[in-house]
């Protein structure tokens, strides 16, 4: 664990047999928002694919980003395209039980 | 650093903008470590602390630049951090529906703002605002050190 040194956020996608997998990295707050949601936005209205956002190296997640979640969450939903959460850490999972979006990720990810 | 009963305070002041919150991380985390807060405590009060700070971004200083300042007060065992601006005040945030999270929502009716305020409160032991209109906002929150013997 390196504390003194910043996790910069990173975004990388990788889309095999239909399923695009985007990574997010680092630190996701209200600075990087808008370099996530750019990053997101012609996936997210993708029909043809599966979409899957990994967070195993997610450092740390606002409100800001889970609200960006919630929202790709909404999109793919009334599009009845998939999309699963996978790989979260246990801090973050915290925080989605504490706010109450882990259900919507459970009832998503059993489609 | 050795806690005793006097008040200890470490105060930083910086732009409010986005940018700069993770610089307040950072500074949380030094006192916070020193203190003797646990990782996934320290990890909590970033949380809390960052979502006080990215209010003072998104909704402080419309038109103008201004700054936010961050006051860590060490008091005994608990760890005060006041975090407040001088820039409008605002109603949206404390005091949106959203303070309760989603749990009782359906997707549909689900909206993400309010909670940032929900996870402060959720986040700390303590929580307060004092909004007054054109004079600033100022968020106080704290959470007390548990001994480790205390610890389940």
């Known amino acids: 664990m390196n504390m003194s040194r910043n996790e910069k ?3 990388t996608s990788h889309l095999e047999d239909g399923i695009c997998t985007v990574a997010l990295s680092g630190e996701l707050d209200l600075s990087v928002a ?7 936005e012609p996936l997210v209205v993708d029909e043809t694919i599966d979409l899957v956002i990994n967070l195993k190296e997610l450092k740390y997640i606002d409100s800001t980003g889970i609200g960006i979640l919630l929202s790709i969450l909404k999109t793919r939903h009334g599009m009845n395209s998939g999309f699963l959460v996978e790989e979260v850490p246990d801090q973050i999972q915290k925080l989605f039980d504490m706010t109450g979006i882990a ?3 459970a009832a998503e990810n059993s489609h | ?3 005793t009963d006097e008040a200890q305070k470490v105060v930083i002041s910086l732009p409010a903008k986005a940018e700069y919150v993770d610089i307040v991380r950072l500074n949380l ?5 020193k203190m003797g807060f646990s990782f996934e405590e320290i990890e909590d009060m970033k949380v809390a602390v960052s979502e006080a700070c990215n209010n003072s971004v998104l909704y402080a200083y419309k038109h103008d630049q201004g700054n936010m300042e961050v006051t860590f ?5 608990e760890l005060q951090i006041t975090v407040r601006d001088e820039g409008e005040s605002f109603d949206a945030w404390g005091k949106a529906a959203g303070r309760t999270g989603l749990h009782d929502k359906d997707l549909e009716d689900a909206q993400i703002g309010g909670l940032g305020f929900y996870l402060m409160q959720a986040l700390m032991d303590n929580v307060s605002v004092e909004s007054e209109s054109g004079r600033g906002t100022k968020v106080v929150m704290s959470r007390r050190l548990i001994p480790s013997e205390e610890r389940v």
């Open chain 2, 73 to 77: 007060d060490i008091i005994a065992d």
């Open chain 2, 1 to 3: 650093m050795t806690v």
């Open chain 1, 34 to 40: 808008p370099e996530l949601r750019q990053v997101m």
């Open chain 1, 103 to 105: 259900k919507f990720f």
């Open chain 1, 9 to 11: 956020f990173n975004v």
């Open chain 2, 29 to 33: 985390y030094g006192v916070a470590s």
